[in-house]
């Protein structure tokens, strides 16, 4: 057995009962035997045992009153993976699967995400069991006040910087700042996300969907392809899909279909984005909205939304939401490209049927890296006590995300995988932790 297998048998051993851990830890240590070829040095710090081990995790009651005054608990975490590159980063999932299994492979995935970025910051993941779907606002002000009575204990703005994901987003951050203000009087970026009005940065909503789709039309444009007259399916309709949506139609490409986790729409004139948006960031309704206001549009119950035809899909809903079969019927309708706007969507075997099929394939943790990237902006004009206009900002992120672009494509053919995206961000996101860690001895 190679270093790299006994490393992930020891996960499997101590995280039985964690299968989306295990699956991400695994991605990232399959693509790594070529790099402890040539680093032997890290076997023998421990180097792979110290990065698949969060650093510290908090697990921890959240007790609040409903309207209805009766005493609801819920369980709330903050999983502090690593810090060899920087203060802790990464975002907080409000969503009922939440468990330890999922936050931490949200927070392992964010050590080499975030280090794409070229930016200081380590890796991390919080959330809760709490569902914020049908609360009304006073609710989810108690809980979220009530989760950061705990939480606050355990970040700041060169600590722990949290910011929004599944379920948290700038109603749920502005309760959790204004509790954190009041509990410690502090008036610093420790959380980002935020509303423009008290520290926010421009751009950081539309970021990781604007993010994903610069990554992909510099991947696609590689092979002389463009978003110009494409046609592109979107699942979810959150804040990741929107954005995405929104940077597609800038560049010239056509959103038939979009989805929430109770079915999906398709429009073959192209999906509203007005509709949509005003159906989730205003009115919190369901997608099935859509078609009351597009008669000529179809919604479908469920899942299927991977049967539609298109030439680019954007997965951008939740992890694991497109499988083999999935993959397979998007092969056969002719899709070039895919590029994950949520963290792990595919599957494993999904990932493999892209790959042979020469699909071009644009892995969450450098797709999706806009926004922990901008979220970073956001620290430094906090600390600054500045703020950039949106076309500053927008030209950063896109920097960022061509510069993700050329080292993940370089490093997989350094390594002999040339387009093969996955084993490219897997080790560069390594490579520099690695090193990080291998100067700071063992701790
Ligand atoms: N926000 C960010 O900056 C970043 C987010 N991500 C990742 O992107 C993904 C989406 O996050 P975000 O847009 O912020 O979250 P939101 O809560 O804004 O939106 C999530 C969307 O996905 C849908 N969804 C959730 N579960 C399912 C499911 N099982 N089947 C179909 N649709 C589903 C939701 O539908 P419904 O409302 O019905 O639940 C909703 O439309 C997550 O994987 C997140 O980790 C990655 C990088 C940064
Ligand atoms: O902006 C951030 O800090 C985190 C974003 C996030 O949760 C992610 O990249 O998955």
């Known amino acids: 057995m190679s270093y790299v297998e006994q490393v992930y048998q020891k996960v499997v051993e101590r995280n039985p009962h964690e299968p ?15 790099v402890l070829d040539r680093h032997p040095e890290y076997q023998k710090a421990g180097l792979l045992e110290r990065i698949v081990e969060p650093e510290r995790q908090i697990i921890f009651r959240v007790p609040w009153v409903d309207d209805q005054g009766r005493v609801q608990v819920n369980r709330g975490m903050r999983i502090q993976f690593n810090s060899a590159i920087g203060p802790y980063k990464g975002g907080i999932r409000f969503h009922p699967t939440v468990y330890t299994g999922i936050i931490k492979f949200l927070g392992f995935e964010q050590i080499f995400k975030n280090s794409l970025t070229g930016l200081p910051i380590g890796g991390a993941k919080g959330g809760s069991d709490f569902d914020p779907k049908g609360k009304s606002d006073a609710e989810v002000m108690r809980f979220c006040q009530s989760f950061m009575n705990e939480l606050y204990r355990h970040i700041g703005a060169d600590v722990d910087v949290p910011a929004g994901d599944i379920g948290v987003g700038a109603r749920e951050i502005g309760y959790m700042y204004g509790q954190y203000k009041k509990l410690t009087r502090l008036y610093e970026g420790v959380l980002t996300g935020k ?5 926010g940065s421009l751009v950081r909503t539309e970021a990781t969907g604007y993010g994903l789709v ?14 110009e007259g494409a ?3 979107i699942s979810g309709s959150g804040n990741v899909a929107i954005y995405a949506a929104e940077k597609v139609y800038q560049l010239g490409g056509k959103v038939v279909a979009m989805c929430d986790s109770n079915g999906y729409i398709y429009d073959k004139d192209g999906v509203n984005l007005d509709t949509v948006k005003r159906i989730k960031e205003v009115e919190r309704g369901r997608i099935r909205d859509y078609v009351k206001s ?5 919604y479908v119950d469920g899942t299927g939304i991977w049967n539609i035809k298109c030439d680019v899909a954007l997965p951008c809903a939740t992890q694991n939401e497109l499988d083999e079969n999935d993959a397979k019927k998007l092969v056969a309708n002719g899709c ?13 075997e999904a990932v493999r049927v892209f790959l042979e099929n ?21 620290m430094s ?42 084993v490219g961000a897997n080790i560069a996101g390594f490579l520099k932790v690695a090193d990080a860690m291998m100067a700071q001895g063992i701790v």
């Open 336 to 348: 070039f490209a895919v590029g994950e706007g949520a963290n792990m969507p595919c599957t494993p």
């Open 381 to 422: 004009q906090n600390s600054m006590r500045m703020s950039w206009t949106f076309e500053e900002v927008d030209a950063k992120l896109k920097n960022i995300m061509v510069n993700i672009y050329k080292n993940v494509s370089q490093t997989a053919k350094e390594y002999g995988h040339e387009d093969n995206f996955v």
């Open 214 to 227: 610069y990554f992909v039309d510099e991947m696609i444009k590689a092979k002389g392809k463009s978003f």
């Open 231 to 233: 046609t592109v399916v």
């Open 358 to 378: 020469k699909v071009l394939f644009a892995p969450g943790k450098a797709a999706n890296a806009g926004g922990v990237a901008t979220s970073a902006l956001e």
């Open 294 to 298: 597009h008669p000529s549009a179809e």
């Open 20 to 34: 989306e851990f295990l699956q991400a830890v695994k991605e990232v240590l399959d693509s790594l035997e070529p």
């Open 195 to 199: 509303g423009l009005s008290y520290g």
